[in-house]
């Protein structure tokens, strides 16, 4: 893999694991320099590549992410749209501005939905 992509994975899984699963475990300090050496370690695996052999597969996944993206977009709208009662009606005071804007959050992740679709059916059409 390139040094690029690479530096993503690891710096991503780190940032997953150090900063959502155990958020105290580390000090700032201790966080960061983790990070910097994701990326030398990225730096180093990617001195050794002749070729970008990964980049290729790396690429392929993040290019079947968008038709994911796209159903789940359109899943949630289709949801939202479905669902009768509002979320405001629950008692939840966390969820008042998005009671608000119920059916502008819907209509948006809908059209968003079928964006991310009909762009990712064009993307495999010209491959």
Known sequence: MSFLFLAAVL????????A????????????????VLCFVVARVFGSRA????????FMAVLKLLIPLGGMGF???????????????EA??????????YDSAIMLASMALG????LMSVQMFRRR
């Open 11 to 18: 710096s991503g899984i780190y940032g997953v694991v150090f």
């Open 20 to 35: 959502y699963a155990f958020p105290e475990a580390l000090n700032p300090f201790e966080y960061w320099s983790g990070m």
């Open 50 to 57: 002749r070729d970008a052999a990964g980049d290729d597969a």
């Open 74 to 88: 359109l899943g949630y709208g289709l949801w939202l749209w479905s669902n009768n009662e509002s979320v405001t």
């Open 91 to 100: 008692g939840d005071q966390a969820y008042a501005v998005i009671g608000t």
């Open 114 to 117: 079928v964006y991310l679709l």
